[in-house]
């Protein structure tokens, strides 16, 4: 677990503000095919899947906290960000702790390794 999992959404979002963004050179999806995250031609179940493995590259990337709080502050309503899929983003509130949000969702997930 990194250090910021154990901000609040709101303290997460704190930390995005400088918008150069340096925190996604830290991604672990920086180098990977961004459609595995942000699919555009597929649905129902197949885009299910398709979320399943993209999660799976989130779980332990170290800037998780951060791409979860550009995801909520930029309003993004598709792909999967911090490793949770725009349902799973809906309704959460800048008081819970992050590593409460990942916890609930990670638990829920299958945590295979690729």
């Given at each position: ?70 995801a909520l502050v ?12 725009p349902q799973e983003?809906?309704?959460l509130h800048n ?20």
């Amino acid at each position: 677990m990194t250090t910021n999992e154990y901000l609040t959404l709101y303290e997460a979002k704190e930390l995005i503000k400088d918008k150069t963004y340096e925190w996604k050179q830290d991604a672990s999806c920086l180098n990977l095919d961004s459609t595995i995250f942000l699919p555009s031609d597929i649905r129902g179940r197949s885009i299910s899947q398709n979320y399943q493995i993209a999660k799976q590259y989130c779980y332990e990337c170290p800037v998780r906290t951060e791409c979860l709080a550009y995801a909520l502050v930029q309003k993004l309503d598709l792909g999967v960000f911090g490793g949770l899929t725009p349902q799973e983003r809906k309704g959460l509130h800048n008081k819970l702790p992050v590593r409460d949000i990942f916890k609930k969702k990670d638990s829920n997930n299958d945590k295979r390794k690729i």
